[in-house]
């Protein structure tokens, strides 16, 4: 019998993965297309199962999964925690209060199992408190999160990876896996960044899109987004602040923004699109662009721009090559799935001279902390010193 997947299953199992890297559309029209033979699936799912496990280890809390061959494809799955939702709420009971009681002012259940409190929680990664203490737990929670949901995401991979041996489209598993590239390791070396190779890029112009929109959105040239989450695209007025920082709007900024602001600012730069093929060309990861029908993955979800990128310019092997204008994703735990997206708005010696701006949270070279009514500097060195995964892009070397 043939069984069409639920929609809302196969995208429920991939909203975990944090709203910075997801493509909801995108999502859901890969889920339309899929077709599979029920009684074959759930045999092949199981083994694919038991396949996994083989190629598992535990270490403490975190279960790590071994890449593995199906049919000359290649499974990799991301790493798991052993740790249950009430285990985790206790060991990191002052940031879920924190966060819980914030997540209540918005109307947001503050259950683990709700995806709209998982992507709540995991934004206080780029969080800081005066409280060093309460700031390290904020951030290993947010972390935790990330890992919480990467069952989901495993589900989704086997499930796909064995739908396609029955199916009448294939899904790209490359799309759905983690990331296996290098990343980009912080310089040790006190001294400028490197010039850019070319002047085609024009950092000037993306550094000053990001400082015109950091706290709006330019409804008015990208609607598909505000159209596509319901809405008003009429206003450009929409913003995700940090928690409490004086000129938010009402309502919130309903979706995610961060890969689709960073790919305005460097199309402001002078960044070519590229857009080719006739079947589904927003699909592919060759491809980068915008139109208001439908964007490329790539320009708006921060795993395919990940994809785009690395191949289109190589990632940057060291921090001391990144600059004004270049874009950046973030992995918060280094399980190779890419959590955010921002760029580079100004470069100085070293990366804690390296600011940074983005979208959802809204920030331009600084973050704000509501405990204490102040403002600290957002930078480069910020994320390292969190303990994330860098991947930079040197946008100027693809002119």
Same mark, same amino acid.
């Given at each position: 019998?043939?069984?069409?997947?639920?929609?809302?299953?196969?995208?429920?199992?991939?909203?975990?993965?944090?709203?910075?890297?997801?493509?909801?559309?995108?999502?859901?029209?890969?889920?339309?297309?899929?077709?599979?033979?029920?009684?074959?699936?759930?045999?092949?799912?199981?083994?694919?199962?038991?396949?996994?496990?083989?190629?598992?280890?535990?270490?403490?809390?975190?279960?790590?999964?071994?890449?593995?061959?199906?049919?000359n494809q290649e499974v990799r799955l991301y790493k798991e925690t052993t740790m249950t939702a009430a285990d985790a709420t206790d060991k990191y009971a002052n940031a879920y209060s924190m966060i819980s009681d914030l997540a209540s002012e918005y109307g947001i259940s503050p259950s683990l199992d709700d995806p709209e409190f998982r992507d709540f929680a995991m934004s206080f990664a780029y969080y800081e408190t005066d409280d060093k203490l309460l700031n390290f737990e904020i951030i290993e929670f947010a972390k935790f999160v990330d890992i919480y949901e990467n069952s989901e995401k495993n589900k989704m991979i086997l499930q796909s990876a064995s739908a396609n041996?029955?199916?009448?489209?294939?899904?790209?598993?490359?799309?759905?896996?983690? &990331?296996? *590239?290098? !990343?980009?390791?912080? =310089?040790?070396?006190?001294? @400028?960044?490197?010039?850019?190779?070319?002047?085609? $890029?024009?950092?000037?112009?993306?550094?000053?899109?990001?400082?015109?929109?950091?706290?709006?959105?330019?409804?008015?040239?990208?609607?598909?987004?505000?159209?596509?989450?319901?809405?008003?695209?009429?206003?450009?007025?929409?913003?995700?602040?940090?928690?409490?920082?004086?000129?938010?709007?009402?309502?919130?900024?309903?979706?995610?923004?961060?890969?689709?602001?960073?790919?305005?600012?460097?199309? &402001?730069? *002078?960044? !070519?699109?590229?857009? =080719?093929?006739?079947?589904? @060309?927003?699909?592919?990861?060759?491809?980068?662009? $915008?139109?208001?029908?439908?964007?490329?993955?790539?320009?708006?979800?921060?795993?395919?721009?990940?994809?785009?990128?690395?191949?289109?310019?190589?990632?940057?092997?060291?921090?001391?090559?990144?600059?004004?204008?270049?874009?950046?994703?973030?992995?918060?735990?280094?399980?190779?799935?890419?959590?955010?997206?921002?760029?580079?708005?100004?470069?100085?010696?070293?990366?804690?001279?390296?600011?940074? &701006?983005?979208?959802?949270?809204?920030?331009?070279?600084?973050?704000?902390?509501?405990?204490?009514?102040?403002?600290?500097?957002?930078?480069?060195?910020?994320?390292?010193?969190?303990?994330?995964?860098?991947?930079?892009?040197?946008?100027?070397?693809?002119?």
């Amino acid at each position: 019998m043939k069984k069409r997947l639920s929609m809302f299953l196969l995208f429920a199992l991939l909203l975990g993965t944090s709203a910075t890297a997801v493509d909801t559309p995108a999502i859901q029209e890969e889920m339309d297309e899929l077709f599979i033979d029920e009684k074959s699936d759930m045999t092949t799912y199981d083994g694919l199962i038991q396949v996994a496990e083989a190629h598992s280890t535990v270490d403490g809390n975190i279960k790590t999964y071994i890449p593995f061959e199906i049919e000359n494809q290649e499974v990799r799955l991301y790493k798991e925690t052993t740790m249950t939702a009430a285990d985790a709420t206790d060991k990191y009971a002052n940031a879920y209060s924190m966060i819980s009681d914030l997540a209540s002012e918005y109307g947001i259940s503050p259950s683990l199992d709700d995806p709209e409190f998982r992507d709540f929680a995991m934004s206080f990664a780029y969080y800081e408190t005066d409280d060093k203490l309460l700031n390290f737990e904020i951030i290993e929670f947010a972390k935790f999160v990330d890992i919480y949901e990467n069952s989901e995401k495993n589900k989704m991979i086997l499930q796909s990876a064995s739908a396609n041996r029955y199916s009448r489209n294939e899904i790209d598993l490359n799309v759905l896996m983690p &990331a296996d *590239g290098h !990343s980009t390791v912080q =310089s040790q070396e006190n001294e @400028p960044y490197l010039e850019s190779r070319s002047s085609s $890029y024009d950092s000037d112009a993306a550094i000053r899109y990001a400082r015109l929109w950091w706290n709006r959105t330019n409804n008015t040239d990208y609607p598909y987004y505000a159209e596509y989450y319901g809405q008003d695209s009429s206003s450009n007025e929409y913003n995700s602040l940090d928690t409490k920082r004086p000129g938010q709007s009402t309502p919130r900024r309903g979706w995610s923004d961060c890969t689709n602001f960073v790919s305005q600012c460097i199309l &402001a730069g *002078g960044v !070519s699109q590229i857009k =080719s093929g006739v079947v589904s @060309p927003h699909k592919d990861n060759d491809n980068w662009y $915008y139109n208001d029908s439908k964007p490329s993955y790539s320009w708006g979800a921060a795993q395919n721009f990940y994809e785009h990128w690395r191949n289109r310019t190589g990632v940057a092997s060291s921090s001391r090559k990144l600059g004004e204008g270049d874009a950046v994703s973030i992995d918060l735990n280094g399980d190779g799935d890419m959590n955010h997206t921002v760029i580079i708005v100004e470069a100085g010696y070293s990366d804690d001279e390296k600011y940074l &701006a983005a979208h959802n949270v809204d920030r331009f070279k600084n973050m704000y902390k509501y405990e204490t009514n102040r403002y600290s500097d957002w930078t480069l060195q910020t994320l390292y010193d969190a303990g994330y995964t860098i991947y930079g892009y040197e946008i100027d070397a693809d002119f």
